[in-house]
């Protein structure tokens, strides 16, 4: 899990953690951010989603925080991804990619180095988004073998 960097509020890191699973990190909080208020945290309340696809042994995760603002686009603030790789060996150049089909043009956030520690690694930051496919994949790295490859498309609006 992340620490608190700059002396973030423990309002400000429970108001954007609500929703959270319980394995998915919160992030910090600058201290230049004033904790929201009630009413705004009424308005907007930000929730997480987990997805995951699993082959040759590997388990990739994603996982989501957005806002959904009524009567606005929902706003996505980060994109986490988490590789589990079992008892297979194979070292931290695996391939991660998030596509969103919900922003024009189409948001790719995308790494070739990606760690297979079992922890949270942030892919990508924050961005609007209207209604379209969404998805990921990855490429786990498999040590002198075959790299297992998995995909989903979940769908075209966030849970």
Same mark, same amino acid.
């Not at 108001?15 to 992030?27: D, E, K, V």
């Not at 209207?130 to 990921?136: N, P, Q, S």
């Given at each position: 899990?992340?620490?608190?960097?700059?002396?973030?509020?423990?309002?400000?890191?429970?108001?954007?953690?609500?929703?959270?699973?319980?394995?998915?990190?919160?992030?910090?909080?600058?201290?230049?951010?004033?904790?929201?208020?009630?009413? =705004?945290?009424? @308005?907007?309340?930000?929730?997480?989603?987990? !997805?995951?696809?699993?082959?040759? &042994?590997?388990? *990739?995760?994603? %996982?989501?925080?957005?806002?959904?603002?009524?009567?606005?686009?929902?706003?996505?603030?980060?994109?986490?991804?988490?590789?589990?790789?079992?008892?297979?060996?194979?070292?931290?150049?695996?391939?991660?990619?998030?596509?969103?089909?919900?922003?024009?043009?189409?948001?790719?956030?995308? =790494?070739?180095? @990606?760690?297979?520690?079992?922890?949270?690694? !942030?892919?990508?930051?924050?961005? &609007?988004?209207? *209604?379209?496919? %969404?998805?990921?994949?990855?490429?786990?790295?498999?040590?002198?073998?075959?790299?297992?490859?998995?995909?989903?498309?979940?769908?075209?609006?966030?849970?």
């Amino acid at each position: 899990m992340h620490l608190m960097r700059g002396g973030a509020t423990a309002a400000a890191v429970v108001a954007l953690s609500g929703g959270l699973l319980a394995s998915a990190p919160a992030l910090a909080v600058p201290s230049s951010t004033p904790a929201p208020s009630q009413q =705004t945290v009424a @308005a907007a309340v930000s929730k997480g989603a987990t !997805w995951q696809c699993s082959k040759g &042994g590997f388990t *990739g995760y994603i %996982y989501v925080n957005y806002t959904r603002q009524s009567g606005r686009p929902d706003k996505v603030n980060w994109v986490q991804y988490k590789i589990v790789k079992g008892r297979n060996r194979g070292g931290d150049k695996a391939d991660v990619t998030w596509a969103d089909g919900g922003v024009a043009p189409r948001l790719v956030y995308k =790494t070739h180095r @990606a760690k297979q520690d079992g922890q949270w690694h !942030w892919l990508g930051g924050s961005y &609007g988004r209207g *209604g379209g496919a %969404y998805g990921f994949s990855f490429i786990f790295d498999k040590y002198h073998a075959g790299d297992p490859r998995c995909s989903k498309t979940p769908g075209s609006r966030l849970p």
